[in-house]
T-cell receptor, first 115, second 114 residues
Framework: KQEVTQIPAALSVPEGENLVLNCSFT??????LQWFRQDPGKGLTSLLL?????REQTSGRLNASLDKSSGRSTLYIAASQPGDSATYLC??????????????FGQGTILTVHP | DAGVTQSPTHLIKTRGQQVTLRCSPK?????VSWYQQALGQGPQFIFQ???????QRGNFPDRFSGHQFPNYSSELNVNALLLGDSALYLC?????????????FGSGTRLTVV
């Protein structure tokens, strides 16, 4: 059974700081990994999608890396801003079998960026 | 291009009642999945529909059922509501093989059972 863990559970940083959010998964046979952002009481906004054959993806101030062999992904946020405050979720899709197509989520990291 | 649309946005029901939630997928997507997110938790997979059939199901009781229509829209039905069913219900659409585009989520339906 795939399990996804995110560390830390919560993070509070001053504006302008660079930060790293961590995601680990127990089954390395993944199809892809997706990072999402969730504002309080809202739906999920996709940030970055990394295919199993890729090592990283970048979008603006965000960079996500993937190390399948160690079962880890990191989301790097550069020059954080108060508007980045949200919950960040990572989710993986297994490569095959009965779980293919199903997203398995971590518990999320609650990020607060204060001015 | 409209994204994933869910209705209603909020709903209050009494224990024991039945509820139907609705989802219209993103244009071009043919697969709809439903997730339940309790407060402070990550979303949990309920089931997935493709070609009007349930392809796979998470660890949820039979009180949770769904349907997909020919236009790819979907409904989630929950019978005999329990207090523990209170949660944010999220709909995600994708292609059957999510490929380079992954999953697109709606804004969710907040269900409160009293």
């Amino acid at each position: 059974k795939q399990e996804v863990t995110q560390i830390p559970a919560a993070l509070s940083v001053p504006e302008g700081e660079n930060l790293v959010l961590n995601c680990s998964f127990t089954d390395s046979a993944i199809y892809n990994l997706q990072w999402f952002r969730q504002d309080p009481g809202k739906g999920l906004t996709s940030l970055l999608l990394i295919q199993s054959s890729q090592r990283e993806q970048t979008s603006g101030r965000l960079n996500a890396s993937l190390d399948k062999s160690s079962g880890r992904s990191t989301l790097y946020i550069a020059a954080s801003q108060p508007g980045d405050s949200a919950t960040y979720l990572c989710a993986v899709v297994l490569a095959g079998g009965t779980s293919y197509g199903k997203l398995t989520f971590g518990q999320g990291t609650i990020l607060t960026v204060h001015p | 291009d409209a994204g994933v649309t869910q209705s209603p946005t909020h709903l209050i029901k009494t224990r024991g009642q039945q509820v139907t939630l609705r989802c219209s997928p993103k244009s071009g997507h043919d697969t709809v999945s439903w997730y339940q997110q309790a407060l402070g938790q990550g979303p949990q997979f309920i089931f997935q529909y493709y070609e009007e059939e349930e392809r796979q199901r998470g660890n949820f009781p039979d009180r949770f059922s769904g349907h997909q229509f020919p236009n790819y829209s979907s409904e989630l039905n929950v019978n005999a509501l329990l207090l523990g069913d209170s949660a944010l219900y999220l709909c995600a659409s994708s292609l059957l093989l999510p490929g380079d585009y992954g999953y697109t989520f709606g804004s969710g339906t907040r269900l409160t059972v009293v």
